[in-house]
């Protein structure tokens, strides 16, 4: 007996959100393995030292690496909702589709302009920039897949 499987246009955006969820795991990676969070507290600490109103962000891998994994956990946990075309869970899923966009884009940006400030200039390419088109391209797959499916709920 053949499995019956539905069109992509009948299905959920479970499948899109699995892979931004498994695109963010491995740009976290990305990030850990090219010192991200060296830059990332430099570039803090001069914005908090020039803008007195800016927030001191400034964290330790410890710190910085669990609520990322906590934050993978969460959405990769959401995975079985999206797969079922949650109505609930379509506003967070846009969201983190804007924040992955943002992110990556981010990132290229980060590795055209040489550095994040003045003060703080990458030697090659921005930590996390190798993943970057990926979050672009699954968070794009993404939205496209919860305006597909926004007729299903």
Do not use: C, K
């Amino acid at each position: 007996m053949a499995e019956h499987t539905l069109p992509l246009r009948h299905q959920g955006f479970g499948l899109a959100w699995l892979f931004l969820s498994m695109a963010f795991a491995l740009h976290v990676w990305d990030e850990a393995a090219h010192d991200f969070l060296g830059y990332y507290d430099a570039t803090v600490l001069t914005l908090y030292g020039r803008f007195s109103w800016f927030p001191r962000m400034d964290m330790t891998f410890r710190e910085w690496l669990t609520g990322l994994l906590v934050a993978i956990t969460i959405v990769l946990a959401l995975t079985p909702f999206a797969l079922r075309n949650a109505r609930w869970l379509r506003p967070f899923a846009y969201l983190f589709a804007g924040i992955q966009f943002v992110n990556g884009a981010g990132h290229i940006l980060a590795t055209m302009w040489g550095g994040t400030v003045p003060s703080v200039r990458f030697e090659g390419t921005a930590p996390g920039f190798y993943t970057a088109p990926l979050l672009l391209l699954s968070s794009a797959f993404l939205i496209w897949r919860l305006r597909m499916t926004r007729l299903l709920v």
